[in-house]
């Protein structure tokens, strides 16, 4: 089996136990470039309460040099708890906003999936020549050239920011302080989107990659293919399952048809049997439908809200239902009692009855 080429795709099963191991492809570029948008948007639209912030608290501060001559206790725990707010108030909503797109991004590639697998310890990850390996592996050098396109096209973006704005930076010296820190954001901004826009770029043709590398990793030989075809076809409980649904589809369908019946012939709750006949489409009534004990009475509730009528005759109930199969025509014993029970359901339909 090794030295079989994997040519295969890989299974539903196989795909399953590639998910429950942990090994599901994702790109991480796209999580990176969604962090980062996240970042510098909520920090727009948060830097005016972050200005007031600090200016407030540095204000109080300024103002307590005049009153204050010695730094006590209280007055430190005041000053660090002061400080801690204004932390808290500039980084606390970019960061909860940046862990919450990090994992609806990761989620959203993975299904959110969580596997113990993959945080389970496992000494090859300590080989050195495992670890050689993977530094020069084709994954390794396609990373290493999109980090350097990556640095590229920042440095490209800064410079041309920088470029275009140089004029204006003399010319801060007589703007306000919140002026000023307007037209820096507003030029960081400027630089961001565009880095963004290359990033968004690379990051689609990252996970396209990402695809292709996991597809390709995760194909079977044929010889892997019969042998799980084997193993799950052998064992008892897929088996069970399998025959189990099949059973449940197989009463769907015959519950289905219990509405489009001639005539109902019960033993009066233990057999139950739907007959149909139509001359166009068969030499003889067909048995449509048949069940015993509970089947039976699901059969009998069915006709009964299907306005079917319902004939109670023991000895051709089970007689029918021991010796016709389910969408077979009756025997030809049995032609005259049911041509009899047709006739009389055709009689009280003729009255309308």
Known sequence: MSGQEKTEKATPKRRQDERKKGNIFQSKDIITVGSIAVSF????????????????????????????????????????????????????????????????????????????EAFKFKFSKLNPLSGIKRMFSLRSLIEILKNIIKIIIIGIVIYNVIIKNLKFIPKLMYFDIMSAVKFVFDVIMSAVNSVIIYFVAMSIIDYIYQWWEYEKNIKMTKQEIKDEYKNTEGNPEIKGKIKEKQRRMSMMRMMQQVPNADVIIRNPTHFAIAIKYDESSSRAPVVIAKGQDNVALKIIQKAVDSKIHIIENKPLARALYSKVELNHEIPVEYYEPIAEILAWVYKLKEKGK
């Open 41 to 116: 948007y909520v920090l727009k639209f948060w830097m005016p309460y972050i200005y007031r912030f600090t200016s407030d608290t540095f204000k109080k501060y300024i103002g307590l040099i005049e009153t204050t001559n010695t730094l006590d206790t209280n007055f430190t725990v005041h000053l660090f708890m002061d400080i801690a707010k204004v932390v808290a108030s500039v980084s606390g909503l970019i960061i909860a906003a940046v862990i919450l797109v990090g994992i609806l991004l990761t989620g959203a590639q993975t299904r959110f999936i969580f596997s113990k």
